[in-house]
């Protein structure tokens, strides 16, 4: 794939101020270019602008008749200087302008007719909402190599619950610089997502299980980045580590547009009133997401509670209803395996907005973290995110009954990660009688989860392989998406398992 080159002939980029810091030490200071090249800050604090722009009163009027793309241009513009409209303009429409989205409003919004409405978020080449932030991020990323000087190549590695490797896989594929090393868990993905990544064509790619859970992979990645004498040995090859999972800035606010585009689209078509809040409800596990969401509010767009939906592994919940983040409990793998995750490591970006930006308090939660693997916050800092923040949860045998309803009753046909948002929707409006316009996020497609999707209806003999996405289809008349569709007849290309302890190596091997 070639990129166009980073800046633009336009010559009205603006200097490149220090306006990105670290949420464990405000007083260390980068350029937006450095904030998306780095990923993680040096002292392993998560990358955050100085400033959230605001809108403008006018901005959600004038955005409602834009499209996605216009609109994503809109809204990076304000987080990213050094970089011009015109250059932004040009990764908007190549990121999502082409032929990768199945649908032409990218981010289409659906009335389920109770008040409620579903942010599709899986039109992408990887059917998940993965593809929302990271079929921008290329473009993004080596514009970003360019402005910072950066002349390595970089090497994104990524540990997935599965979504993330694929979506990170197709989007760089064959992009110049890059090269993407992805884990995944073993035993902790569906098999069409496991099919996906195995099957993933590109010269710059190569995929490698881990015998652990997500988080075993994803702190063995985390070690890897920390590691001071695996970056030299890497410089010295000519190739840099970085990030492409949601603690990279670049996904988050890629991600903030389409909540941004959500609320617009219901303001075109006249569900709500100009000003009228709304709610969005997410399912979450590296709290990115719905992070993004917080960000839009803070931006300006009308929201009246986040909700925070989590499966079996139900640590949000319990940390926003008790101020007590506590990861020392049983890992269950789950259904919804995406949000099979005990350290959601952009709450950190969470509690920095929340606390004012106390970096110290941050430092000090997230050594306890480290050290005891739990920590409580401040009972004004709880007050605080109970304001804004709900929270509750959906076990196995709740995600699939609402599979099963969603379908019976709507003729609505979701994935496991979006039933469990669903659930939770219902159960806090039980809980706190709010009728507020409510936009409940819709994370990946069905087809992505096969065997727990017909189980849910009824269905317990499961043809083989991929013939599986064609019984559903018969089943229930919805068509296998194009992108899962063509996985047939494609073969494996890579097998290796790992140790945790050989991840080193798989990468060195991979960059030699
Ligand atoms: C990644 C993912 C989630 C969780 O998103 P976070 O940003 O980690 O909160 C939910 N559903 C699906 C299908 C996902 O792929």
Redesign the pocket.
């Known amino acids: 794939m070639a990129l166009p080159p980073p800046g633009d002939a336009s010559g009205v980029s603006a200097p490149n101020s220090m306006n990105y810091l670290s949420t464990r030490n405000k007083d260390l200071r980068i350029t937006a270019a450095q904030a998306i090249v780095k990923g993680l800050a040096p002292d392993g604090g998560l990358l955050t602008p100085a400033v959230v722009p605001r809108l403008p009163a006018s901005a959600l009027d004038t955005l409602k008749d834009m499209s996605y793309q216009q609109r994503m241009v809109y809204v990076m513009n304000g987080f990213l200087e050094g970089f011009s409209s015109s250059e932004l303009s040009s990764y908007a429409d190549a990121a999502y302008g082409g032929v990768k989205f199945s649908d032409p409003d990218i981010a289409p919004v659906r009335d389920m007719g109770d008040g409620s409405w579903c942010l599709e978020l ?1 039109h992408g080449p990887t059917c ?3 593809d929302m932030a990271l079929q921008i991020l290329p473009y993004l990323l080596v514009a970003s190599l360019g402005k910072s000087d950066e002349k390595r190549d970089v090497c994104i590695l990524v540990a997935t ?4 490797g694929k979506a990170a896989l197709e989007g760089f594929r064959d992009v110049d610089k890059t090269k993407v090393l992805v884990f995944y868990p073993k035993d902790g993905v569906s098999d069409i997502q496991e099919l996906q990544m195995l099957t993933q064509e590109g010269g710059n790619v190569a995929v490698c299980a881990v015998k652990g859970n997500f988080d075993d992979a994803q702190t063995g990645v985390k070690k890897l980045f920390a590691d001071e004498a695996l970056a030299a040995d890497l410089t010295e090859k000519g190739y840099f580590l970085s990030s492409a999972n ?1 603690i990279n800035w670049g996904r988050i606010l890629a ?1 903030i547009v389409y909540y941004i585009s959500a609320y617009c689209d219901l303001l075109r078509n006249g569900a709500i009133s100009r000003g009228e809040e709304i709610n969005f409800c ?11 969401a917080y960000y839009a509010k803070t931006m300006g767009v009308p929201v009246h509670r986040l909700i925070c939906a989590s499966n079996s592994n139900n640590v949000l919940t319990d940390f926003l209803k008790t101020g007590v983040y506590d990861r020392n409990r049983t890992f269950y793998n789950t259904i ?1 395996p ?2 099979d ?1 005990l350290i ?1 490591s ?1 709450l950190e970006r969470m509690i920095f907005e929340i606390s004012n930006r106390d970096d110290r308090k941050v430092r000090e939660y997230m050594n306890q973290l480290s050290e005891i693997g739990s920590y409580r916050v401040s009972s004004a800092l709880r007050a605080r995110m109970q304001n804004l923040f709900a929270a509750g949860w959906c076990d196995e045998d709740q995600t699939r009954a609402k599979i099963a309803e969603m379908w019976e009753q709507k003729h609505y046909l979701i ?1 496991p ?2 039933a469990v948002a669903f659930h939770v929707l219902d159960e806090y409006r039980a809980e706190t009688g709010d009728r507020a316009p409510t936009v409940v996020v819709s ?2 497609s069905p087809f ?1 989860f096969c065997n727990s999707v017909l189980d849910s209806l009824g269905i317990h003999e499961h043809r083989k392989g991929l013939d599986v996405l064609d019984q559903i289809a018969e089943e229930t008349g919805v068509p296998v998406p194009a992108p899962l569709a063509r996985l047939r007849g494609r073969r494996p290309r890579f097998g290796a398992v790992a140790e945790k302890g050989e991840m080193e190596q798989v990468v060195r091997d991979f960059l030699k």
């Open positions: 899986w998940a909402f993965k619950s599965g979504d993330t949601s991600q997410v399912p979450t596990g590296n709290f990115g997401n719905i992070l993004a919804s995406s949000m995750i959601s952009n994935d990660h979006t994370t990946a992505k």
